[in-house]
């Protein structure tokens, strides 16, 4: 867990002293202490619709069919490319389509698709507007029931495509599911890059496909533990320089950034609160790690934690009310949770081995946390006393869990033995499991929240649908 490890760092040889390329070395060095229901076709009158809390023996059967237009073929690629990821649905190869000249103003040959076994069929267009901008419209019909899921209507510039592929998909993600969709959300990570002893770590973003990714940081630093608010546009990260270490606010739009200020010992681990008004973190001061909460409006700090031991890794609950954090004061890491003003700290995790970085769900029901024990590290998740662990992921090391917006989904880093550390994704059944879109090197992970929670900045109008639910 590359947390604790600074921490061991940081209170063997002094933070100060520490030069870039030790911090660096040292951390490399001493390694980690270290779908869907089967969905039948459904016959007539019957409603189509993923169960994503049953078994999953097949995923479900879709058409994407490129779109007419500029572009329209990259859409249709676009959107397979998140569907497919998503483990609930596979795209049906284009190269069996029977029926190919699409059009928005006519349903398609139903017959021709259910000959191909494609329980859903989506294709659209991209039609120029006068201003310069794109309309692009799409229909997504059921070709058992013979009747239209959902249509859509979005307005964007041209260079907006990609986004606009992956609103599309959280329209058909969400009406197939139930569930959000996730598509439309972009990743902060640490990029790394150099040779085992002269790494460079930058922080970094990407699209959540693993498209688009772009670095914020120079190198100069060691960046850790970046994390989003609930504003899209704003993050908090730790940086490490030659003889400082700073928590930084980050704003993507503005480039800004800002210090949460100098404090006497060493602060690390930040994240916002749900509101985005306050950071919890932790400071080492005198030997000792205990969490603390600053609000960003008045920038007074209050310690929740006074424990000998290493209290960290602060998270909250969605509503706020409560923090969970891991600490060794038992001898071992496990993960705890206290009431937001620090009272009432009590021990959740049951398990052997050591838990850490846990991340409490959107939802507020589960806890995902690292688990190391036997040799290999884990991802899991918990319900929020403690009860129900189960693990979603194995290997030789792997850490970080951040949950997508829906809480449907996990992202986290994993390192092969001996090899590079990438950017890995799971589901809550733990059967759909893959390296993210993003296949450079790259950890810590945080996935943001849905880039504007709807569609409204891009213009959005829901057609009629005429399937009954």
């Not at 063997?12 to 030790?22: H, L, N, P, R, V």
Request: charged share 20%; net charge neutral.
């Amino acid at each position: 867990m590359r947390l604790n490890l600074l921490l061991s760092t940081v209170a063997a040889i002094g933070i100060a002293a520490t030069s870039f390329a030790q911090a660096q070395s040292t951390r490399d060095l001493n390694g980690p202490s270290r779908q869907q229901s089967q969905a039948q076709p459904a016959q007539t009158g019957e409603p189509i619709e993923v169960e994503i809390d049953q078994g999953v023996l097949r995923p479900f059967q879709i058409a994407v069919a490129p779109f007419s237009g500029e572009n329209g073929t990259s859409i249709a690629e676009v959107l397979s490319g998140d569907l497919r990821r998503s483990g609930f649905f596979e795209p049906i190869n284009p190269a069996s389509f029977i029926e190919t000249n699409l059009s928005l103003a006519n349903a398609p040959n139903f017959a021709q698709w259910t000959q191909i076994g494609a329980q859903a069929v989506l294709y659209g267009s991209v039609t120029p507007r006068p201003d310069g901008r794109n309309d692009f419209g799409f229909r997504l019909y059921d070709p058992y029931r013979q009747c239209q899921l959902v249509s859509y209507n979005f307005t964007a510039t041209r260079e907006q495509w990609r986004r606009i592929a992956h609103k599309i998909a959280d329209v058909v993600y969400a009406r197939m599911t139930g569930e959000t969709g996730i598509f439309d959300t972009r990743i902060i990570y640490v990029a790394e890059s150099g040779t085992e002893l002269n790494r460079l770590s930058r922080l970094a973003i990407v699209d959540q496909d693993g498209y688009n990714p772009v670095f914020l940081t120079d190198g100069s630093e060691i960046i850790l533990t970046p994390r989003f608010s609930s504003n899209p546009d704003e993050i908090t990260y730790m940086a490490l320089g030659k003889d400082y270490s700073r928590i930084y606010l980050y704003n993507l739009t503005t480039g800004r950034r800002e210090s949460l200020g100098e404090f006497d010992g060493q602060a690390l681990a930040p994240r916002y609160s749900p509101d985005g008004t306050k950071v919890a973190f932790s400071i080492i001061r005198g030997g000792n790690t205990d969490v603390y909460v600053m609000n960003l409006r008045t920038r007074q700090l209050s310690r929740l934690t006074s424990d000998p031991g290493i209290d960290t890794s602060p998270s909250f609950s969605p509503d706020a009310s409560r923090i969970v954090f891991n600490s060794d004061r038992s001898g071992t890491p496990r993960l705890y949770v206290m009431n937001a003003d620090g009272s009432n700290q009590r021990p959740i995790s049951r398990g052997g081995g050591s838990y850490t970085a846990p991340a409490w769900s959107p939802r507020g029901d589960l806890i995902a946390f690292t688990k190391s024990g036997g040799g290999q590290f884990g991802i899991g998740v918990m319900n929020i006393d403690g009860s129900g662990e189960r693990m979603l992921s194995r290997s030789y090391f792997e850490e970080g869990p951040s949950w997508a917006p829906n809480g449907r989904y996990l992202m986290f880093s994993r390192q092969t033995r001996g090899g590079n550390t990438n950017l890995w994704m799971v589901d809550l059944s733990g059967r759909v499991i893959a390296q993210s879109g993003y296949q450079g090197r790259g950890s810590d992970p945080a996935w943001s929240p849905l880039l504007d929670g709807g569609a409204s900045n891009l213009g959005a109008g829901q057609g009629a649908d005429s399937c009954a639910s």
